[in-house]
Structure formats: structure tokens, C-alpha cells
């Protein structure tokens, strides 16, 4: 079929796509009228109060300074689109003129000078700008923004515990809920702090790289090559950490679970909950789990065996032998060779060496987005690659939505941030105990 005019991509139809102006020195200068929205202290002024003291013109570091400070500037400023600027401005000359014909000077005036010190937080955004520099996570030559903006979390984190000589007990309470707002001294919660971040963000912009989810396929690969990882080994604590990375990834995805979820289990529970009920694995989980403010039990339990042909059970049976050979009878059920917790990083490094060695096989198990082998570090994780893997096999495989409730019923608590949680209301008042069913049709799908 040929393909109309209007659609072939050449030179004069692509144009139409782009804005007709193209800002080439975005976040590289001000802007008439940047002053009336975002507070403004000159380089000078600003070394000045940093420095109590003129700079050296020879000083490379009095001059790497400066260039810190406008560059801080200007990102306050560009925290606001250009459009808002002109219509701000436009706005305060049509103001002005519309006054001036009754011999007013309209209602803006010049508001002095700023306080002597650093009020306006330019010390925390240099520190921000300058560690933004630094080698990252996925590029050498900067980090990310959300790495470098918990230089500013740190300084206001102090600066309330600074606070509390200047206001004693003083706080805004709140009669219904109870609540209490305090007050707060210090430049990481000034206005210009808030038009620096703004506009440091979206010059960096946020590199996002969630955790993917896998087919059940490759997850079924990945448990097979921890068993295979467990039969070539005559080290006992290689045995080890291959049998608990297969029991963590078979509990973790079939219980979609998250990042250090699965660490709470413990082998004294595990034991204790040995034996089937009501033809089910109990896996029990100790400790504050999904954003749950105290520590408690929670019976949390699985099929035998999968619809895809995961055993649950054995891998539970092994894990416990292998704490059993140890001579472990309490404990983390997720531990090195010492006995002591295992780490994030440690159950990371079996995952991605598992998945590297299948990659070089079968390529083709791996999502899209997996184009080298070295993606997978940056692209799959404990920390939500189970839980995404197993929401999205239930989902493709028709499960019905309030299963998939039940099976994640805390993710509303860990979005709630301490506030009440917006759990739908068939899962706040159903009795967990009486909902294996839901188990069941959710795990058989995986």
C-alpha cells in the first residue's frame, strides 16, 4: 500500500513536529523579569556573605566558586518556563502604567537588602551542584538527581535539629488529627531553595530505570541454573548461597514480594510451620514488613507447586537442610557463611551472575530492553523485579483483580507514608485466614 504524501518522513514534514522557536541558551542566562518571581542576590554579594571578604581574581578557587554560584542562579531562575516569565512581566509593566496615570508607582517596590548571612541555602546548592559532578551510577561524568537532591535531605534534616533552641516547644498543632507542623530555621527551606532544586531538576532531568519484570520462562531458567549452580559445587558454602538465592527468587516471585522483604524469614518459624495446612506452604515473615510501623508475624503462605512448575515446598525443604547441615536452628533464614544477615548487594550479585550465565545461552529470554549483558545490573534487581514479575504473569494470565489485592494488599500502606492507607474496603475487612483461595488462583497462574 503506498504510503501518503503527508506521511513520508522527509525534511519539511518532520519541522512541523518541532516548536517553531528552539531556546539555545536554556539555563545559560537570565531573563528580563526573572527577578520578579524568584529572589536574586548578585555573585558579589552572594561570595561576599560566604566568604566575609572580596574574592582574588587570581584565586582559582575564588573563580570556580563564582561559576558555582551562577550556575545556582540561574537554576533558581529557570525553575519558571519562559512563558511564565514574559506573562509575569507583562502583567507587573501593564500594572505600573495603568497606575502611573494617578501619580502611583503601583504596588511593587524594591525590597532591600538581603540578610548578612546565608539565608537563601546557596552553600547546600553548591554542595548539590558540585557532587552532581561527580562519577554516578550510569554515567562518569555526573550523577543522577535523585542521588545528589539528599545532599539538600541531609542539610535540612540538621538544620531542624538546629531549629529547636530558637522555638523551644512552638509548633502549629493540629486539634483533629493531632498533628503537629514545626517551625524551621535554616536556607534548605527558604523560597530560593525551592526555585534552586526546581530548576536544577529540570535542567539535569530524572534518569528513570525501573526494574523490570521477566517472563515466567526465564524465571523458571533462572531457579534452574541455581540448581545447577548447587550440583557442580563440592564448597559447602557455595552450596549454601545458591540454595538460599533459589529459595529467595522461588519465595519472592511466587509471594510477590520486594527488595529486603523476603530477609525477614527465620528458620526457628520455617520449622515450626514445617507441616501442610489446608494443603498450603506457610512461609512465615518476622520483623516490619511493607511499611507496617510495628514488628509482628504475618503468615504468609504458597501453593506446593506452581501452574509453571515451581515446588515451593522443595525449595523450602532445602533451604532448611542446609541451615539443618550448619547446625542453625534460629536465625535469619538468609545468611552468609557466618550466620549473620545477608545483604541486598549479596542476593543482587547471585541474581545477576545467574542471569548473565543464561544470557549468554538464550538472549532471547530476556526483555527488550535487555540489549547487552551488562543491562542487567542496571535494568533487573531484587528490589521490585519479583514483585513485577509476578503481577505481570497473574495479570497477563487473566487473574482477577481483587486476587491480585489480596496477594499485595500492603503496597497501599507502603504508598501511604505513614498516613491512614487507602486500602479498598473488601480487603480492610476480609479475614486474611479465610482468603487462601485467592492464593491459590493467584500462585497456580504463575
Not at 545532599?151 to 522555638?167: C, H, I, L, Q, W
Not at 558454602?237 to 523476603?262: C, H, I, N, Q
Amino acid at each position: 500500500m503506498e504510503v501518503p504524501q503527508s506521511l513520508h518522513p522527509d525534511a519539511a514534514t518532520n519541522a512541523k513536529w518541532k516548536h517553531k522557536k528552539v531556546c539555545e541558551d536554556e539555563f545559560e542566562v537570565a531573563r528580563p523579569g526573572d527577578h520578579l518571581l524568584t529572589p536574586f542576590q548578585c555573585d558579589l554579594c552572594v561570595f561576599r556573605r560566604l566568604h566575609q571578604r572580596d574574592p582574588e581574581p587570581r584565586s582559582h578557587s575564588d573563580n570556580l566558586l563564582f561559576a558555582f554560584i551562577r550556575r545556582a542562579n540561574l537554576d533558581a531562575f529557570w525553575s519558571r518556563t519562559s512563558g511564565t516569565v514574559k506573562n509575569t512581566r507583562s502583567n507587573v509593566q501593564r500594572t505600573v502604567e495603568s497606575l502611573s496615570m494617578f501619580g502611583l508607582s503601583g504596588p511593587f517596590y524594591d525590597p532591600g537588602p538581603s540578610a548578612s548571612h546565608d539565608s537563601f541555602g546557596y552553600e547546600t546548592a553548591i554542595s548539590i551542584l558540585v557532587d552532581s559532578q561527580k562519577a554516578g551510577r550510569y554515567s562518569l561524568s555526573h550523577k543522577q538527581w535523585d542521588t545528589i537532591r539528599k545532599v539538600k535531605t541531609s542539610v535540612g534534616n540538621f538544620e531542624r535539629v538546629a531549629s529547636d533552641p530558637y522555638f523551644g516547644g512552638a509548633s502549629f498543632v493540629s486539634d483533629d488529627k493531632g498533628l503537629a507542623s514545626r517551625l524551621h530555621v535554616g536556607g534548605a527551606s527558604s523560597y530560593w531553595q525551592q526555585r534552586f532544586l526546581g530548576g536544577c531538576k529540570a535542567r539535569m532531568g530524572v534518569d528513570v530505570r525501573s526494574n523490570l519484570g521477566v517472563s515466567t520462562k526465564l524465571w523458571k531458567k533462572l531457579l534452574e541454573t541455581c540448581e545447577l549452580n548447587i550440583t557442580r559445587t563440592a564448597n559447602f558454602d557455595e552450596k549454601a548461597a545458591w540454595t538460599m538465592a533459589g529459595a529467595y527468587l522461588a519465595f519472592g516471585y511466587v509471594l510477590s514480594l520486594r527488595g529486603p522483604e523476603g530477609f525477614l524469614m527465620e528458620i526457628g518459624l520455617l520449622e515450626e510451620n514445617k507441616e501442610l495446612r489446608d494443603g498450603l506452604v506457610w512461609l512465615p515473615i518476622v520483623g516490619k514488613l511493607k511499611g507496617s510501623k510495628t514488628a509482628y508475624i504475618h503468615m504468609m503462605r504458597s501453593i506446593v507447586r506452581t501452574g509453571s512448575g515451581i515446588d515451593v515446598q522443595v525449595w523450602r525443604d532445602r533451604l532448611l537442610l542446609i541451615h539443618k547441615e550448619a547446625g542453625r536452628t534460629h536465625g535469619p533464614a538468609f545468611c552468609d557463611s557466618d550466620g549473620y544477615l545477608m545483604t541486598n548487594l549479596a542476593m543482587n550479585e547471585l541474581l545477576w551472575t545467574a542471569l548473565e550465565e543464561i544470557f549468554l545461552e538464550e538472549p532471547d529470554f530476556f526483555p527488550k530492553a535487555i540489549t547487552c549483558i551488562e543491562d542487567i545490573r542496571l535494568l533487573i534487581q531484587i528490589h521490585r523485579t519479583m514483585r513485577r514479575t509476578s503481577t505481570s504473569q497473574a495479570t497477563r494470565a487473566g487473574v482477577r483483580a481483587s486476587d491480585i489485592d489480596i496477594i499485595n494488599r500492603w503496597t497501599t500502606i507502603e504508598r501511604s507514608r505513614g498516613q491512614d492507607p487507602s486500602e479498598h474496603l473488601r480487603v480492610h475487612y476480609a479475614e486474611q485466614e479465610l482468603l487462601n483461595d485467592c492464593h491459590r488462583r493467584y500462585q497456580h497462574a504463575l
